[in-house]
């Protein structure tokens, strides 16, 4: 029969079961008699504090210059109110300390406050953790929603979410002044009929109930809106289905322009009836932000890149986590024998991310003339991204891999802008291009005039290629180990005389059993191209 412990081996083992407690959950504890100027921290808090025993301040006396100036006047306010005769049994407050090593930590702070039976406090005593990361972590979130309201407050159209009842969730100021609103807050909340009259929200009530059934976007639709007492308005609208990251339908989101103007034409002369159509189709496309992305990465076809004794064959994957994703990638067909190829990532996702990858979109049209050339045409991709994100006052990149096959000079020539390099695997066997940080530009949009270095290997090193975005190679196993290049390269060399088909189907197929759950917590593109003899 195993003894029972008593005195000082109960006290030993209540110390020990403390000490196991804290060491689990990161916290330090000490204590405090109020009358005197000494304090004890427990060999964790001194940690944080990054001091010793003799060096570590006693934060809780005056003139508290341990506490960061902007945190000072809510710790003395929430000291007193501790230590006063009525105040409360706990001390409680998260603020920035001064360490050791001249830095700041917060530091949350929790006390018990001990009172002797006229009520004044001779002691506190508790714990306290390091919130560093998760105060880091708010700020980081909080900048990346200032980002997103920055991007839809700058975008000439009205954008809006709702929920599935039609209640507006987000809008941005174009919107709220369309509705006669002073800001978006006064929006939210609110349905189309505290705006509209019934003719008008009951339609679009209709459209959005089947949107959020059937799962599929209304585009470029006239819509007539009659309000009571204001002059009726007409827009181009398109509504598109609202998903969750997990594919359960939260509502609708939309974007619409005032075409009031064209229609009002219309009526007044049959003659401008075509005009009034294609300015309508160039609304059209100007709203269609969300559904080129996704309809340029579910393509097909690819364009036919041959010589006398070559040709070029691509197959691509796209695999998104949500409705809206920043990866993409394209096939630039410059001439018979040449083509680019380009895969991108934007940082972030939705809406902001699908924005970023419109105005990419753009400028790739802009660069055609300077396909031939990476590193220029990745140069130029830069530099207008960097310029419209300097407009909007936002802070946003994308990373991008361009190679250049060129069947006629038997050359492929590359550049990178912070992208992973591309997977080549040819006679001497399967290796990674631009793996060394040299060969790498920084991200798109982030440097103006940045330059990108291109390199130049001969076709006879290459058989395939295959491009692809970091949700790929970050995947996670239970381990918590990424795939990794390394791990690529291993599947490409295993799979290389497969079909490109099959080697693609592989390829994922791999990675999803290497990560747990088998499924990606980030967009994956994959683009291949395989050189054949004809």
């Not at 998104?320 to 630039?332: K, N, Q, R, Y």
């Amino acid at each position: 029969m195993t003894p029972t412990p008593e005195g000082d081996e109960i006290n030993d083992l209540t110390e020990g079961r403390l000490e196991l407690a804290l060491r689990a959950s990161n916290e330090g504890i000490w204590d405090w008699w109020t009358d005197q100027k000494e304090i004890y921290y427990s060999r964790r808090i001194l940690e944080f504090l990054e001091c010793g025993d003799r060096q570590a301040p006693n934060f809780f006396t005056p003139p508290h210059k341990t506490i960061h100036k902007d945190d000072r006047e809510r710790f003395r306010s929430a000291l007193a109110n501790a230590l006063d005769g009525g105040g409360p049994e706990l001390f409680s407050i998260d603020c920035r300390v001064h360490t050791g090593s001249d830095g700041w930590r917060w530091l949350r702070i929790r006390g018990s406050v001990v009172r002797d039976r006229a009520g004044h406090a001779t002691r506190i005593a508790g714990s306290m953790i390091d919130i560093s990361r998760r105060k880091s972590a708010e700020a980081q979130i909080e900048e990346e929603r200032h980002q997103l309201r920055l991007l839809i407050d700058h975008v000439p159209l009205q954008v809006y979410f709702k929920d599935t009842e039609s209640r507006f969730v987000l809008a941005n100021q174009r919107m709220a002044e369309w509705n006669n609103a002073a800001s978006p807050q006064e929006v939210t909340g609110k349905h189309d009929r505290d705006f509209f009259a019934s003719e008008h929200w009951e339609e679009a009530a209709r459209d959005e109930k089947e949107i959020m059934a059937t799962g599929k976007a209304i585009t470029g639709k006239l819509e007539h809106e009659v309000r009571e007492g204001r002059s009726s308005t007409w827009v181009l609208t398109s509504k598109f289905p609202w998903f969750d990251s997990r594919g359960k339908i939260k509502g609708t989101f939309g974007v619409s322009s005032d075409v009031t103007e064209l229609v009002r034409a219309q009526h007044q002369a049959s003659n401008l009836a075509l005009e009034l159509a294609e300015r309508n189709k160039v609304y059209e496309e100007e709203v269609q932000l969300a559904r080129e992305i996704q309809q340029a990465l579910a393509r097909s076809q690819f364009p036919k890149i041959n010589d006398d004794t070559h040709q070029l064959q691509f197959g691509a994957r796209y695999l998104p986590i949500s409705g809206l994703a920043g990866d993409f990638f394209e096939i630039v067909r410059i001439s018979n024998q040449v083509a680019g190829l380009l895969i991108c990532d934007v940082m972030g996702h939705g809406v902001r991310s699908a924005l970023v990858v419109a105005m990419l979109r753009g400028l790739m049209e802009k660069q055609r003339p300077s396909a031939t050339d990476p590193d220029e045409y990745l140069s130029g991709l830069n530099n207008g991204l960097a310029s419209i994100l300097d407009r909007a006052d936002a802070t946003m990149f994308a990373t991008a891999f361009y190679a250049v096959v060129d069947l006629g000079k038997g050359v492929l020539t590359y550049a990178c802008a912070g992208h992973p390099g591309a997977i080549a695997c040819g006679p001497d066997g399967v290796h990674q291009l631009a793996a060394d940080r040299a060969e790498r530009g920084p991200g798109l949009g982030l440097i103006p005039k940045a330059d990108f270095p291109s390199q130049e290997i001969p076709l006879a090193q290459i058989r395939r290629l295959l491009l692809f975005t970091d949700g790929l190679i970050e995947a996670e196993n239970a381990a918590g180990e990424d795939f990794l290049e390394a791990g690529l390269i291993k599947v490409v060399e295993k799979r290389k005389h497969e079909p490109l088909e099959e080697m693609l189907d592989g390829v994922i197929t791999t990675v999803l059993a290497h990560s747990e759950g088998h499924h990606f917590d980030d967009d994956v593109c994959l683009l291949g191209m395989e050189l054949k003899n004809l």
